[in-house]
Antibody
């Protein structure tokens, strides 16, 4: 079955960097878009970044543009989020999610269990 | 940016009763609107996509309606496992945006 497993969450100081990973299984990774969505403690959901199935399409939320970089390695069935210049307001559980359908559009159909990133001195 | 507004923020309902949740988009998103359910400590789960299509395995007591800017999620008879937070999300425009959520609690 479809599985998404995030890793790399940690406590990091403001201004620091962190890379999250999302290992997937149970489907043909290269055929689906992927996204990162975050949820600050006690708050709602915020979409962070998107990468299309073919890597040529990438989008970011304004709040992370210039600081975060999304990437994928289809050979390793893995999605990544490189986070630089981290701020306290980036503290959140970060979920990776897969499109419900193949290709580059559609709703988030499958979610991982999340990785906690805490930015604090 | 499409602002997505959900109402009410909290809905108190007795088990077995129905519930109606609203979602409004600041611009036309056609039918590119999804609903998610989130229980404490869990990842969100897709309930409805395309404004009205139930995702695989979602019980028939969940139904979605609407198009354009006004959308509704209806739960016909609340079961214990339905008390949760519900989010709507538009996927018609970049950036993708979520509503602030509606918490459905036991009355």
């Amino acid at each position: 079955q479809v599985q998404l497993v995030e890793s790399g969450g940690a406590l990091v100081k403001p201004g620091g960097s962190l890379r999250l990973s999302c290992a997937v299984s149970g489907f043909t990774f290269s055929g689906y878009y992927m996204s990162w969505i975050r949820q600050a403690p006690g708050k709602g959901l915020e979409w962070v970044s998107y990468i299309g199935s073919s890597v040529t399409i990438i989008h970011y939320a304004d709040s992370v543009t210039g600081r975060f970089t999304i990437s994928r390695d289809n050979a390793k069935n893995s999605l990544y989020l490189q986070m630089n210049s981290l701020r306290a307001e980036d503290t959140a559980v970060y979920y990776c999610a897969r499109g419900l359908f193949g290709g580059n559009s559609g709703p988030f159909g499958y979610w991982g269990q999340g990785a906690l990133v805490t930015v604090s001195s | 940016e499409v602002v997505v507004t959900q109402s009410p923020a909290t809905l108190s309902v007795s088990p077995g009763e129905g519930a109606t949740l609203s979602c409004r988009a600041s611009q036309n998103v056609n039918s590119y609107l999804a609903w998610f359910q989130q229980t404490p400590g869990q990842a969100p789960r897709l309930l409805i996509y395309g404004a009205s299509t139930r995702a695989t395995g979602i019980p028939a007591r969940f139904s979605g309606s609407g198009s354009g800017t006004e959308f509704t999620l209806t739960i016909s008879s609340l079961q214990s496992e339905d008390f949760a937070v519900y989010y709507c999300q538009q996927y018609n425009n970049w950036p993708l945006t979520f509503g602030g959520g509606t918490k459905v609690e036991v009355k």
